[in-house]
């Protein structure tokens, strides 16, 4: 049998992790586990989804010893994965960020332009007390980071842990996109191997071939030209999803040369999508009356029960699955292929050395390793130098807690462009992020 590993799911108050602990029960040949952790730091919320994810292991998992905690030293002091998903400030800061921008006719989403940039100062807070605590215990403890925005996380991580090596910065949704590819070309997930590159939420699909070399790119674009573009699991989804899907067409019929990731509309598209938003009713409320309504009321059922009668198992969501298979891949050194963010260092010839890229590659013990990609064209460049800056300026602003530094990362960001209305949007941003993030 394959070594035993111990986890902790850090911010296990969220409503993804049921499907994660589905996804770990169905894995327990591939990634076997002794034990593992839920740490949140709210005590409610987590206890939510408590007695169901203790029933699910207890009956799917018995030999997995469990535990549920509050207290940062258990959850880090012995462990060898920490799986971490946390949101600083809940559902209620993400609506804030969301809504903010929209005052100023300004896209508000989570982890694109001022809301992304909000959201992302807040992150970078908590993200750099939590690594300094798992490395006061142990240095070889992996951290696989899918807290968001990545994009800024990653950058962030580099520069404040730059010798750190056990850090993995992850997104689901170059993933997500392949499965959705693949039920569109019916050609298993498995035997898709994709070139890629951007930032994160910030790049294109090049190229797509199968494990035989077949070319699907070319029927892949002139579809997505001529169809209306659905996610795989297009049923589960709530409408802002569908919409954020069928305006990759809309893209595509401009500019059909590469396939962008679905959050690069945020960029393209702006004042058609502050056009469309409610500013009352974003997707913070969106997720609340969705599917978290959906996760909570599944676990609400597990309450006082001793078996898994009349109660299904969560599992097989996009996230779960990504986070189970790349941390089988660095437990046992498998290299698997995946689409990662890694220090670029000459992977794109002609782009910032330093920059965190995402691109298609390999995980495994060593971390993240990104295939070679060449030389990207100016259109590519050009954006995605201008969205660099953002990034690295968003990081300076809140290293050295810059006022000025702020204000020019969001007067790059392409949803922003005016410094006024950056002023304005970053000033509300300020005041409402009072509690996690000052600039002077
Ligand atoms: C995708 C992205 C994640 C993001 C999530 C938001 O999976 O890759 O970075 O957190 O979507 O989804 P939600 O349903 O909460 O809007
Ligand atoms: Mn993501």
């Given at each position: 049998m394959r070594k035993q590993h111990v986890i902790t799911i850090s911010g296990a108050g969220s409503a993804r992790v049921p499907a994660l602990v589905g996804t770990l029960v169905n894995y327990k040949e591939r990634f076997p586990l002794s034990k593992i952790?839920?740490?949140?730091?709210?005590?409610?919320?987590?206890?939510?989804?408590?007695?169901?994810?203790?029933?699910v292991l207890k009956c799917r998992y018995p030999k997995c010893q469990v535990?549920?905690?509050?207290?940062?030293?258990?959850?880090?002091?012995?462990?060898?994965?920490?799986?971490?998903?946390?949101?600083?400030?809940?559902?209620?800061?993400?609506?804030?960020?969301?809504?903010?921008?929209?005052?100023?006719?300004?896209?508000?989403?989570?982890?694109?332009?001022?809301?992304?940039?909000?959201?992302?100062?807040?992150?970078?807070?908590?993200?750099?007390?939590?690594?300094?605590?798992?490395?006061?215990?142990?240095?070889?403890?992996?951290?696989?980071?899918y807290t968001n925005p990545a994009a800024i996380v990653a950058l962030g991580l580099d520069r404040m842990?730059?010798?750190?090596?056990?850090?993995?910065?992850?997104?689901?949704?170059?993933?997500?996109?392949?499965?959705?590819?693949?039920?569109?070309?019916?050609?298993?997930?498995?035997?898709?191997?994709?070139?890629?590159?951007?930032?994160?939420?910030?790049?294109?699909?090049?190229?797509?071939?199968?494990?035989?070399?077949?070319?699907?790119?070319?029927?892949?674009?002139?579809?997505?030209?001529?169809?209306?573009?659905?996610?795989?699991?297009?049923?589960?989804?709530?409408?802002?999803?569908?919409?954020?899907?069928?305006?990759?067409?809309?893209?595509?019929?401009?500019?059909d040369e590469y396939i962008p990731t679905t959050y690069m509309q945020y960029y393209m598209f702006p004042e058609e999508i502050v056009a469309e938003s409610d500013p009352n009713y974003t997707r913070a409320e969106e997720s609340r009356d969705s599917r978290e309504k959906d996760v909570f009321?599944?676990?609400?059922?597990?309450?006082?029960?001793?078996?898994?009668d009349g109660l299904d198992m969560l599992t097989n969501s996009v996230f779960g699955n990504l986070m189970v298979e790349v941390a089988e891949s660095i437990a046992y050194d498998l290299n698997n292929e995946f689409i990662v963010m890694v220090k670029n260092r000459g992977i794109i010839d002609n782009f910032e050395p330093e920059a965190i890229i995402e691109v298609a590659g390999t995980i495994g013990k060593e971390g993240a390793m990104g295939y070679p990609y060449g030389t990207i064209k100016p259109f590519y460049k050009g954006l995605?130098?201008?969205?660099?800056?953002?990034?690295?300026?968003?990081?300076?602003?809140?290293?050295?807690?810059?006022?000025?530094?702020?204000l020019m990362a969001l007067t790059l960001n392409r949803t922003v462009v005016d410094p006024s209305k950056a002023k304005a949007v970053l000033d509300d941003l300020m005041a409402a992020n009072k509690d996690y993030w000052i600039l002077r």
């Open positions: 952790i839920f740490y949140d730091i709210d005590k409610d919320r987590m206890g939510l989804m408590e007695a169901y994810n203790r029933l535990v549920f905690t509050t207290d940062e030293e258990e959850a880090y002091r012995n462990t060898d994965f920490i799986f971490c998903q946390m949101r600083v400030g809940k559902t209620s800061m993400r609506s804030l960020d969301e809504k903010i921008p929209l005052r100023y006719g300004l896209v508000g989403q989570e982890t694109c332009g001022p809301g992304g940039f909000a959201y992302g100062m807040r992150s970078l807070g908590a993200m750099k007390q939590m690594v300094e605590k798992v490395r006061s215990y142990s240095k070889d403890t992996w951290i696989l980071n842990f730059p010798d750190d090596k056990h850090i993995l910065n992850l997104c689901d949704q170059p993933f997500s996109l392949m499965k959705s590819y693949s039920k569109i070309l019916e050609v298993p997930q498995e035997r898709l191997r994709a070139r890629y590159f951007g930032l994160n939420h910030f790049g294109w699909f090049t190229e797509l071939k199968d494990t035989d070399g077949k070319d699907y790119f070319n029927a892949l674009r002139s579809y997505l030209k001529n169809h209306d573009f659905k996610p795989f699991n297009a049923e589960q989804r709530s409408k802002s999803w569908l919409d954020t899907y069928v305006r990759v067409n809309k893209y595509m019929k401009l500019l009321d599944i676990c609400a059922r597990a309450v006082g029960k001793d078996n898994m995605m130098e201008g969205q660099y800056a953002y990034e690295l300026l968003t990081v300076e602003a809140f290293m050295e807690e810059d006022y000025t530094k702020a």
